[in-house]
Nanobody, 116 residues
């Protein structure tokens, strides 16, 4: 079955950087047309962060544009989210998502905490 596993979260000071990973299994990675990152802070709704779309490019939420960069490694079946200049308001659980053959798959999430 399709599985998405996020990793790379942690505690970082404001202004710091983290790189998150989303590894996909159970699916032919090159058949995935797009992968999204979302984040959810306690008590908040799940918010869109970015999308990487094969042959179409990348899209970022205004709140992270210029600070976050997404990339994909087909050989490793993994999408990366490089996060720079982190702010306390970036604190959330970060989740990756794909839509494949009419089904939506989410990872379990990885916690990012930005605090001094």
């Amino acid at each position: 079955q399709v599985q998405l596993v996020e990793s790379g979260g942690g505690l970082v000071q404001p202004g710091g950087s983290l790189t998150l990973s989303c590894a996909a299994s159970g699916v032919v990675f090159t058949s995935i047309s797009q992968m999204d990152w979302y984040r959810q802070a306690p008590g908040n709704q799940r918010d869109f962060v970015e999308r990487i779309a094969r042959n179409l490019g990348t899209y970022y939420a205004p709140s992270v544009k210029g600070r976050f960069t997404v990339s994909a490694d087909d050989a490793k079946n993994t999408v990366y989210l490089q996060m720079n200049s982190l702010k306390p308001e970036d604190t959330a659980v970060y989740l990756c998502k794909i839509d494949q053959e009419g089904n939506t798959y989410w990872g379990q999430g990885t916690q990012v905490t930005v605090s001094s």
